[in-house]
């Protein structure tokens, strides 16, 4: 079958066409509902390779089309690989043409794949496009946006910034570093493990004291994962990946001649886990509890970073929502059998935030020199449990009305890590960000699964 989509993007053609260019590009187009990960990117346009992993090991290479090659207007793959090839039969004909409200970029697919499928994997494509130049222009009027290596780039930089990141394989640090790669910036990833190019090895416990050399701005994002069972084993690990390793970072921070700035991961558990119906901004108080107490100890571990007159953001994030990683997918299971609904009742707040408003968030906090202190990295729209469980039933089709037992998070979590993490009750408000009239992709709950979820309409 012919498969054929267009979009206007705002932003001039020559931009749109260099955004594909870049690194970054590919998994900022791949969603999050299709099982595939990026595992090589084209290096060029007109006859690159690039390569996906698929489930069970299987792989899907695509080479561009020479033939079928225009600079700036045109590029082309096609699949290559058995036994992909003759299942998919795929050849991708990417085109961009000026129009007067940007760039008309049109995708015409040749392939075997149903139509329901492509209608989900290009609507998400377009919005991704759409979204990703709009921030790379918002970045332009703060002059944070680095092009061509010439003084021709179409991006006007100041210019280009080297930024460290820990954490950067995770998830949110996988789609932060593409985000910053194509917006023109330089990213070094600071890892545990073996070291490979654009990698530097990072001892959490005792650094470097070379680590921060050339780097403008550290990223902070790693630490244990929160989610498990709440022993003490898996708490004292929760506190300690997060509390000595950055104030150590801090440190070098501190005695950076270069960095100028340190934003370092924090959450909502620093309110604690049952605030009812209080509205909670930045100012509010932070409640009781041990994510409570550990975002305390968190944040005030970045003291020397501050203390030596660094600019420094704390972004406490919310509930993430993305399609392959954190706690949509496990909705989306239970809601696939039917048996999905609320915890309990579902009379309690949930605070969430878009994956990709997150890494917006992230971004402007690198680069946005208003922002300074603890910054609420959630949507300005927190829902009741029962609102989310209704929302993800709409959107899959399901029913949602079967309430779950609050034993059942318990049975997983432990009782102190179900009270803290999936039955806490936190209604918070971004107001540092909607002072900065920040430009949310995702400001409801509907929108935000129809992305994730691949149940965005499709412009045609």
């Not at 080297?162 to 790669?181: D, E, F, K, N, W």
């Not at 309990?344 to 917006?360: M, N, Y």
């Amino acid at each position: 079958m012919s498969f054929s989509a267009s979009h206007v993007v705002p932003a001039s053609r020559e931009q749109v066409w260099e955004w594909h260019t870049r690194v970054g590009s590919l998994s900022r187009l791949l969603p999050p509902f299709v099982p595939m990960t990026p595992l090589q990117q084209a290096d060029r346009l007109s006859d690159g390779t690039t390569i996906l992993g698929l489930p069970a090991g299987l792989r899907w290479t695509s080479r561009h089309d020479l033939s079928r090659y225009r600079k700036g207007y045109a590029f082309t793959d096609v699949c290559t690989n058995a036994p992909m090839r003759m299942l998919a039969n795929w050849r991708h004909d990417h085109r961009f043409e000026d129009h007067p409200e940007g760039t008309l970029v049109t995708d015409v697919v040749d392939t075997r794949m149903p139509k329901a499928v492509l209608d989900s994997m290009f609507a998400y494509r377009q919005q991704q496009l759409i979204e990703d130049t709009s921030l790379i222009n918002r970045l332009k009027e703060i002059g944070h946006v680095d092009g061509l290596a010439d003084s021709s780039s179409i991006y006007g930089a100041q210019r280009r910034f080297t930024i460290a990141i820990t954490g950067s394989r995770g998830a949110v640090g996988r789609a932060l570093s593409a985000q910053l790669s194509l917006a023109g910036h330089e990213i070094i990833q600071l890892v545990r493990g073996k070291v490979k190019p654009g990698q530097r090895l990072w001892n959490p416990q005792a650094p470097d004291p070379d680590l921060l050399d050339g780097v403008d701005v550290l990223v902070h994002l790693a630490g244990e994962p929160i989610f498990g069972r709440f022993n003490e084993s898996h708490k004292n690990d929760i506190r300690d990946s997060r509390v000595g390793p950055t104030r150590k970072l801090a440190e070098l921070v501190a005695a950076s001649n270069t960095v100028t700035t340190m934003v370092s991961a924090s959450a909502i558990g620093y309110y604690g886990n049952d605030r009812g119906e209080e509205i909670l901004t930045e100012g509010s108080e932070p409640g009781d509890g041990f994510l409570a107490d550990v975002c305390v100890e968190w944040e005030q571990a970045t003291a020397p970073a501050s203390d030596a007159g660094k600019r420094v953001v704390n972004i406490r994030t919310g509930v993430v929502l993305s399609g392959n990683s954190g706690i949509l997918p496990l909705f989306k299971a239970l809601f696939s059998t039917g048996l999905g609904g609320s915890f309990g009742d579902g009379e309690f707040w949930l605070s969430w935030i878009a994956a990709d408003d997150l890494t917006d968030i992230y971004t402007h906090a690198i680069f946005d020199e208003t922002y300074a202190g603890a910054v609420n990295g959630v949507s300005p729209n927190p829902v009741l449990n029962r609102g989310l469980a209704h929302a993800i039933g709409t959107e899959m089709k399901r029913p949602s009305v079967i309430p779950i037992p609050t034993f059942g998070p318990a049975l997983l979590l432990g009782k102190e890590g179900a009270r803290e993490l999936a039955l806490a009750d936190q209604r918070v408000i971004p107001e540092v960000l909607n002072n900065h009239e920040h430009h949310f992709r995702y400001s409801t709950i509907d929108k935000a699964l129809a992305h994730e979820l691949g149940r965005e309409p499709l412009w045609k």
